[in-house]
């Protein structure tokens, strides 16, 4: 069993920053990636950013010099950086691992709105 707790989504107004926070916790062995996607109202979730045990990062287009993924493999944390945000960047962010098999968060809200 594995469990992932977020933190850090809210509202923020456009220009603003966020950081968001994932654990993960429970049966945890050889983790291949983690990371987010995100999913707005009435789209389908789609790829923020995953980050390998090795340090690898992937990044959508549209994120790529405003967000930054990191890890702290000792904590199986995983966190995103989310600088200049925009009022396309509102949806539930999820964060996800990839082990055997993989598994997904609960989801955090982020609202980017004057």
């Known amino acids: 069993q594995v469990q992932l707790v977020e933190s850090g989504g809210g509202l923020v107004q456009p220009g603003g920053s966020l950081r968001l926070s994932c654990a993960a916790s429970?049966?945890?062995?050889?983790?291949?990636?983690m990371g987010w996607y995100r999913q707005a109202p009435g789209n389908q979730r789609d790829l923020v950013a995953v980050?390998?045990?090795?340090?690898?990062?992937t990044y959508a287009d549209s994120v790529k010099g405003r967000f930054t993924i990191s890890r702290d493999n000792a904590k199986n944390t995983v966190y995103l950086q989310m600088n200049s945000l925009n009022a396309e960047d509102t949806a539930v962010y999820y964060c996800?691992?990839?082990?055997?098999?993989?598994?997904w968060g609960q989801g955090t809200q982020v609202t980017v709105s004057s």
């Open positions: 996800t691992v990839r082990m055997t098999r993989t598994y």
């Open positions: 980050i390998t045990s090795g340090g690898m990062t």
């Open positions: 429970g049966s945890i062995f050889s983790i291949y990636y």
